[in-house]
């Protein structure tokens, strides 16, 4: 079978899993001119015909200011496919990736892979698109995984598909479920073709130590080249920690739970629905403002395993914020509000050190932020037509609260 045929059924299965591509949709696609990027620009020319789905696709390459790029034969091999290549000035890049290199190590990565994004989304608004295509394979995703279990000591990889709110652009990855191999054989097979990377790092890189790694497991366990693809999507057997955590606050029965399941987040909705709304008569719409949903960390509090509150975190420019914190009626005036702050600051002390803790304290509250530790910080303003007052902790980096054993 031609590399071709078996790619598009991978992209035609991504495309049906992920709910990639709809119609009307306009896809940036990146052409970084390497095997990749090249692949898919030609195989999703290809399925523009045969999906029975109408979007268009756009290639955009991106000058990175690298030396030795030229661009010329992938505008004509963007030619030989009907389309116009854009090529895009972000030549910056490299300038900052070289004031940000330390000493003799190769370039940094992570910073040119944000700056990377943040172009391919400026051209993408800038031509009105809602789409920007990525070549990141199967083989990179279980890449990734195995990166940040070992160097980030979390159990997670890149998203076939992912909104960003702030540029509002939907990131696809229609090779999610595409084998490098068969990229390279399409290459070879299509005779299509494909630039030197001109950058510097190229094959240099923690990455490629990995792959290393994971071609040599697949070499002695060859069922694992499936099977670790596999579990990538494989929900009806996931079976990790997360949901058993339950932070012991007292010995009482007073825990606090992270919120992973959606059964856990009805329960924190409903608990922040009577404090602030029904007895504190707070507008709804000010209480659950979509904005400041994201990218926040919550917890129920619980007492006997019943949830009685709820506290949260998330990362602002000031440091990390505590919000969002509610404990029922017939349970206040407990101490249980107490500890449970309590822990949390300490955990973010624990896990962010030095960091800033900050709150936007009631302020007839004032004496119980002041208790744990907490200082004023400016006047006193308003929110919800409510006194409030900034309560701040600055962890010095000799502050350290272990919560490992």
Known sequence: MKAIRT?????????????????????VVGLSGGKDSVALLYALSLYQKFSHTNFIIQPV??????????????????????????VYDARDVYKILLANKEDDKHLPCSICSKMKKAAINKVANELGFNKVAFAHHADDAI?????????????ATFAPKMHLERANITFIRPFS???????????????????????????FTTREDIKNVINNIYKQFKESKNNFLTMLSNYEKYSLWDDDITYQLNAEGLTLKPVIRKEDQINVNDIRYQVFVKDMG????????????????????????KPIGTIRYRKTELGYKIERFAILKEYQKKGYGRLAITFLKDLLISKFNPCTIYIHGM???????????FNIEGDPFYEADIEHFLFKKVSKKDTYVSFIC
């Open 363 to 373: 302020s007839h509250l004032k004496d119980f932020y002041l208790s744990l530790g």
């Open 7 to 27: 790619i598009l059924a991978c992209l035609r299965k991504a495309d049906a899993t992920y709910n990639l591509i709809q119609h009307k949709d306009k896809i």
């Open 177 to 203: 479920l595409v084998r490098e191999k068969d990229i390279v054989s399409l290459i070879k097979e299509e005779d299509l073709p494909v630039l030197t990377s001109a950058c510097p790092s190229d094959k």
């Open 61 to 86: 390459i991106l000058d990175l200011g690298f030396e030795g790029f030229n661009p010329s034969i992938m505008i004509d091999f963007c030619r030989s496919l009907d389309l116009n290549l854009i």
């Open 282 to 305: 707070i507008d709804y719409s000010l209480e659950f403002e979509y904005e400041k949903e994201i990218g926040s960390t919550s917890f129920l509090i619980l007492f006997e395993n």
């Open 143 to 155: 890449e990734t995984l195995f990166m940040n279990e070992i160097y980030g000591g979390r159990v």
